[in-house]
């Protein structure tokens, strides 16, 4: 119900300051997710981020909330509590700032992400990292990293982020390959099928529907093996046709 309402607006002759609300309720909750109770802390970081999704994609923050809720969530990256670290994950994802040249260099944010996908040690929280963390070239190798976490929805969550923010093109071809043949050959089926829809969406949306362009793609002549993995995935989901 909180974020319902924070991601509505009232209408311009209700004579509220709807923004101005949403800003409070926001800055209240950044403000409790400091609190000395676990669970509060817990509740309000899990509430905040779960307001700023509702928000329109083209919702601004103004520049007062937005360094309240970056330095406090940056400092929530190292609580003890592990819903707390992955809550503040979540919210730091609108804070992204990709630069001038859209890749992010510089960016406070991705950067934490990074370190969380090098060194963090509970499950919840880099599945948080890999969902959140913005594709480009600085981070593209920690997420292919991930595709060897021990936890399986790390791993799944990899493959859905590459098949839902990463183009077929953005991968260096040398990891194609590799990339989708691990991702067949896991051992937990959640991670095979998840592999196999970044198959099909390389397919569709990078090869225009043109299975000889995928194999190009993933380097036929050097990769046989994978190519033939792929290609059972593909007749597997039906999208092989005479």
């Known amino acids: 119900m909180v974020a319902a309402f924070a991601g509505s607006r009232p209408p311009a002759d209700a004579g509220v300051d709807g923004d101005g609300v949403v800003e409070a309720l926001l800055a209240h909750l950044a403000s ?34 937005a360094d309240k809720l970056a330095a406090g969530m940056a400092a929530r990256l190292t609580d003890r509590a592990p819903a707390v670290r992955a809550a503040a994950a979540a919210v ?6 990709p630069g001038e ?13 990074l370190k969380l996908l090098r060194t963090e040690r509970h499950k919840d929280v880099r599945r948080a990292a890999v969902a959140c963390v913005p594709p480009c070239s ?32 953005a991968l260096p071809c040398a990891a194609r390959a590799a990339l989708a043949a691990r991702g067949l050959r896991d051992r937990a089926p959640a991670v095979a099928a998840a592999a196999a829809a970044l198959l ?11 299975v000889g362009a995928l194999l190009a ?6 990769h046989a093996d994978e190519a033939e993995a792929a290609l059972r995935a593909l007749h597997a989901a039906r999208r092989l046709h005479p």
Do not use: F, H, I, M
Request: aromatic fraction near 4%; hydrophobic fraction near 50%.
């Open 32 to 65: 409790a997710a400091a609190a000395a109770d676990r669970g509060v802390r817990a509740r309000a970081a899990a509430t905040l981020a779960a307001c700023l999704n509702a928000q329109p994609a083209d919702a601004e923050l103004s520049e007062a909330l």
């Open 92 to 97: 730091l994802a609108r804070l992204a700032d």
């Open 101 to 113: 040249a859209g890749d992010y260099a510089g960016d406070p944010v991705t950067a934490a992400y």
């Open 138 to 169: 600085a981070s593209l190798p920690a997420l292919l990293a991930r595709t060897r976490d021990v936890d399986v929805g790390v791993r799944r969550a990899v493959y859905v982020v590459l098949a839902d923010k990463v183009p077929l093109g």
């Open 200 to 210: 099909v969406r390389w397919l569709d949306a990078g090869c225009g529907g043109d």
């Open 217 to 222: 793609a993933l380097d036929v002549e050097s």
